[in-house]
């Protein structure tokens, strides 16, 4: 699976435990988009096929919003993503292979999947 880390995420600590569990993984930093805003990284992401992961609540409100590609949320301190990660990552990917489209929440309670829904501003 191919994972696009925003800005808020600490790409060398969750980018390693992607890489490690085969995925292939890389920032916004990365890819040149330092700085750029939430629909940019989010369009970049779904281009590229990949999934956005951050910690942005609210980009992650305004995909659920206006759904496109998907969109991983992140619901911990920074430090505590691989933590986190950790004990869901094999759910998250059944998820994510299942639903091309979405906004998947992850919390220590587990993953919560949000499917397409479209809303004008």
Not at 83 to 103: K, P, S, T
């Amino acid at each position: 699976m191919r994972f696009v880390l925003d800005e808020d995420v600490d790409a060398q600590a969750v980018g390693s435990f992607l890489r490690q569990r085969g995925h292939e993984c890389w920032s916004v930093v990365e890819a040149g988009l330092g700085g750029a805003d939430d629909d940019a990284v989010a369009t970049y992401a779904d281009n590229r096929k990949a999934v956005l992961i951050t910690h942005d609540a609210e980009a992650t409100r305004r995909r659920r919003r206006f759904t496109f590609g998907r969109h991983v949320f992140l619901r911990c301190h920074q430090l505590e993503a691989v933590e986190l990660l950790e004990v869901h990552i094999d759910e998250l990917v059944r998820g994510l292979l299942r639903h091309e489209i979405g906004v998947f929440d992850v919390r220590r309670a587990g993953v919560a999947y949000h499917p397409p829904r479209y809303e004008a501003d």
